[in-house]
């Protein structure tokens, strides 16, 4: 199954966005009146999501409670994600301003990790191991060498950006 980074906008219309590793959207949906159990299918229909991000410095408890059943790292910026900004991340790459929100936030998660995921898929090529699997190490707090090298590391943090 596909390593994920997924964007969440919770809320009486909801949306998710879902990237690969790599950044690209793979999958978009929207739902009016979504509960827990819709979020759960359609993210795991997608596949295994690594990050679960929201768009708000204080994160929603839908979006806690899904990087807890999912076991992802939640992500949450800095500061509440501007129109504007999202404008900016998201172009015109979704059908209504939720799926503008959790792509927004998906893509926003992408670019902190971006520089570490680089490094990952670098050093697990030049190490023949299998670069989405490290890359879901790594953003799971793993070091690089210990995703190569299967050691655990146990460390799981917030992160912010």
Not at 27 to 52: M, S, Y
Not at 68 to 92: E, H, Q, R, W
Request: proline letters at 2%.
């Amino acid at each position: 199954m596909k390593h994920l980074i997924v964007g969440i906008d919770p809320g009486k219309t909801a949306a998710i966005a879902c990237l690969d590793l790599d950044g690209n959207v793979t999958r978009l949906a929207t739902a009016r009146f979504a509960g827990l159990q819709w979020f759960v299918d359609e993210i795991a229909r997608a596949g295994t999501p690594v990050i679960i991000a929201g768009d708000k410095k204080r994160p929603d408890s839908l979006v806690e409670k899904l990087a807890s059943i999912f076991d992802a790292a939640l992500f949450v910026p800095v500061t509440d994600i501007s129109v504007l900004k999202k404008k900016d991340l998201t172009g015109n790459g979704f059908s209504n301003l939720h799926e503008r929100d959790a792509l927004a936030a998906a893509r926003t998660a992408y670019r902190a990790y971006a520089g570490k995921l680089r490094q990952a898929e670098r050093l697990a090529l030049a190490g023949n191991a299998e670069s989405e699997r490290v890359k879901a190490m790594v953003i799971r707090k793993y070091s690089v060498h210990e995703a190569i090298t299967h050691k655990e590391a146990g460390r799981r943090l917030v992160r912010r950006a």
